[in-house]
Every structure is written in structure tokens, then in C-alpha cells.
């Protein structure tokens, strides 16, 4: 069964612009990850985050995390061209534990 | 960070047909991964592949259909057997990198089914 939930399901928004995309689960985690596929290309790994944090950056990249209420954020800002992309949430992971992806948010940056 | 290599990256095959992909890590790892992911969807895992044992199905997916191979800590194949249409799509492999908590993901190998 699918474990996180992210919204939007799509997204446009100008170049230079942030993006903020949202992402729920149901159960607890140890942690949370957020992927970014190319359109038909493998997943790149962006970020993870434990479930004893609540923010995190890399780059242009931020994410928080609230396991109050199950929810995670992913904030890109100064957007460009090449961020268009499908962006996934995925919780587990955790040693032997199975990452659970969610149905990802397509995000299109436009000129 | 591992490097991981796909083989076909696509393939075109006709229904009844089976198609073998290949998985390469450039370094050893306990525990293997096999992803499918259909247009316009999600990942859905399909199974686990660790070294030295059967490989572990999720539910909806079942040997026959999806036989894989981990001969050593470095490869894997899966195999996509009597193929229908609905076969179509992006098969990944993915690896533990347990000292980070995460995968890595391969580049994929598309395929379709006429």
C-alpha cells in the first residue's frame, strides 16, 4: 500500500518563482525521503530527513518535517528550467525497511 | 554513492515474449531492489533481491512471472516473462546504501509491449 500522499498532484509556476510541494503518510517513520525523476529516467535521491527533524536545506532545496501531523514539505526556490520534473516522496528505508513511494508531483516550470 | 548500471536501457518486445534486465552496482550491497513503474504512475516495489536466497515478492507479484536472479553482492537480474501489454513500463533497480538510510536508483529500462 502507498504510505505518503503529495500535493499537488501537478504544478506550473514561472521561472524564478518557488515551489512548494506537500506530502502526507499515515503511519510513523524513521524518516522521510524526497526523489526527483526526469521524465522516463531513473530517481535521483534529493534529501532525507529523520523523523527528529524538523528542517533541513540543501541548495536551493528545503525541506521540513512534521510528524505531528504527518506531513512533509518540499520548497524549491529560484526555480529553473531543468527543476522540471516528477517529485516523489518516499517513506522507510530504514535498514531492511521498503521505501513506500507516494504518486509523486509533476512539476513544470515554465520560461 | 553507488553507481548503478541498467541493461537494456528500452526495448521494444511482442506479447508472449520475456525480456531479461540486468542490474550492475559498482560495489558490493547486501540488498537489491526491483521497481516497476507504469505510465503516469508511481513506484510500486515488485520484490527483493538478497544474495544467496530467494528473492522476496510483494503482494501482486509472484515468481513465475517475475523470476530474478542475484548470483553475487554486485548484480541482479529480473526477468519479465510472458509479456502482455500491460508489461509496459519503466523497470528500476534500486540498492540499500544502509549507511545512509536511502537508495540509489538505476537508470531505468523501458520497456514496451506490442
Known amino acids: 500500500s502507498q504510505q505518503g500522499e503529495e500535493d499537488p498532484q501537478a504544478l506550473s509556476i514561472q521561472e524564478g518563482e518557488n515551489a512548494t510541494m506537500n506530502c502526507s503518510y499515515k503511519?510513523?517513520?524513521?524518516?522521510l525521503q524526497w526523489y526527483r525523476q526526469n521524465s522516463g529516467r531513473g530517481l535521483v535521491h534529493l534529501i532525507l530527513?529523520?523523523?527528529?527533524?524538523r528542517e533541513k536545506h540543501s541548495g536551493r532545496l528545503r525541506v521540513t518535517l512534521d510528524t505531528s501531523k504527518k506531513s512533509s514539505s518540499l520548497l524549491i526556490t529560484a526555480s529553473r528550467a531543468a527543476d522540471t520534473a516528477s517529485y516523489f516522496c518516499a517513506t522507510g528505508g530504514n535498514l531492511d525497511d521498503k521505501i513506500i513511494f507516494g504518486k509523486g508531483t509533476r512539476l513544470h516550470i515554465l520560461p | 554513492s553507488a553507481v548503478i548500471s541498467q541493461k537494456p536501457s528500452r526495448d521494444i518486445c511482442q506479447r508472449g515474449t520475456s525480456l531479461t534486465i540486468q542490474c550492475q552496482v559498482d560495489?558490493?550491497?547486501?540488498?537489491m531492489f526491483w521497481y516497476r513503474q507504469q505510465p503516469g504512475q508511481s513506484l510500486t516495489l515488485i520484490a527483493t533481491?538478497?544474495?544467496?536466497?530467494?528473492?522476496?515478492?510483494e503482494s501482486g507479484f509472484v515468481i513465475d512471472k517475475f523470476p530474478i536472479s542475484r548470483p553475487n553482492l554486485t548484480f541482479s537480474t529480473l526477468t519479465v516473462s510472458n509479456m502482455s501489454p500491460e508489461d509496459s513500463s519503466i523497470y528500476l533497480c534500486s540498492v540499500d546504501w544502509s549507511e545512509r538510510d536511502t537508495q540509489y536508483f538505476g537508470p531505468g529500462t523501458r520497456l514496451t509491449v506490442l
Open positions: 530527513i529523520r523523523s527528529n527533524e
Open positions: 560495489s558490493q550491497v547486501t540488498m
Open positions: 533481491a538478497n544474495q544467496g536466497s530467494e528473492a522476496t515478492y
Open positions: 503511519t510513523s517513520i524513521n524518516n
